[in-house]
């Protein structure tokens, strides 16, 4: 099983970027595990945000915020990022990595196996 850890989130102002990341480690293959982007807004339930396939041939963006957000992964490195670009006050959220086995892009969480610890992001107006 492998392991996840959220790096980059911070205070913006709307309109700038900001590129999350997720380290995996473990004794896992890294290519064999989905990997997707939750949200949590306080008092909101966790939000789909995107998932990449595990060879990253595919992606899969929420409504909310495609267009303006892309994930890409590196499995030499074992990373998966979010860049966020056009940032809005709504994006303010936790940002939680997730893995799933074999995974398909599942947009809910209870499809994924390991989570990461979030990492906040909070955008100002």
């Known amino acids: 099983q492998v392991q996840l850890v959220e790096s980059g989130g911070g205070l913006v102002q709307a309109g700038a970027s900001l590129r999350l990341s997720c380290a995996a480690s473990?004794?896992?293959?890294?290519?064999?595990?989905?990997m997707a982007w939750f949200r949590q807004a306080p008092g909101k339930e966790r939000e789909f945000v995107g998932a990449?396939?595990?060879?990253?041939?595919?992606?899969y963006y929420s409504d909310s915020v495609k267009g303006r957000f892309t994930i890409t992964r590196d499995n030499v490195k074992n990373m998966v990022y979010l860049h966020m670009n056009s940032l809005k006050p709504e994006d303010t959220a936790v940002y939680y990595c997730?893995?799933?086995?074999?995974?398909?892009?599942?947009?809910?969480?209870?499809?994924?196996?390991?989570w990461g610890q979030g990492t906040q992001v909070t955008v100002s107006s």
């Open positions: 990449i396939s595990g060879s990253g041939s595919r992606t």
């Open positions: 473990g004794r896992s293959t890294f290519s064999s595990y989905s």
């Open positions: 997730a893995a799933e086995f074999k995974g398909g892009g599942s947009t809910g969480p209870q499809a994924y196996d390991v």
